[in-house]
């Protein structure tokens, strides 16, 4: 059984770092592109951010380029996602994903899935 574990996340003030990992279990990913995506409360799930099989290219939300980064390792079946420069509006619920087709960006393009982890940004 394919399974994509998060953790890392916590409450964290405005201004402040976390660093999310996540960790596949029941097949390899290391060569397919993974990504994370966030879902605040009333909201559709959004695109935060990509990372090709190698590591070699990164994609970014808008709204994260320069706080954000994500980066593997491949031998670990693990992708991470730092997050500085935290704002309240980063507070949401933050999912791993693997395998996409298609757009990217969209999430229902995406073939697995893990729980989320909670992240929440206070004043």
């Known amino acids: 059984q394919v399974q994509l574990v998060e953790s890392g996340g916590g409450l964290v003030q405005a201004g402040g770092s976390l660093r999310l990992s996540c960790t596949a279990s029941?097949?390899?990913?290391?060569?397919?592109?993974m990504g994370w995506f966030r879902q605040a409360p009333g909201k559709e799930r959004e695109f935060v951010a990509a990372?090709?099989?190698?590591?070699?290219?990164?994609y970014y939300t808008d709204s994260v380029k320069g706080r954000f980064t994500i980066s593997r390792h491949n031998a670990k079946n693990t992708v991470y996602l730092q997050m500085n420069s935290l704002k309240l509006e980063d507070t949401a619920v933050y999912y791993c994903?693997?395998?996409?087709?298609?757009?990217?960006?969209?999430?229902?393009?995406?073939?697995?899935w893990g729980q989320g982890t909670q992240v929440t940004v206070s004043s």
């Open positions: 029941g097949r390899t990913f290391s060569s397919d592109p």
């Open positions: 990372i090709t099989w190698s590591g070699t290219s990164t």
């Open positions: 994903a693997a395998d996409p087709e298609g757009n990217w960006r969209d999430y229902v393009d995406w073939g697995y």
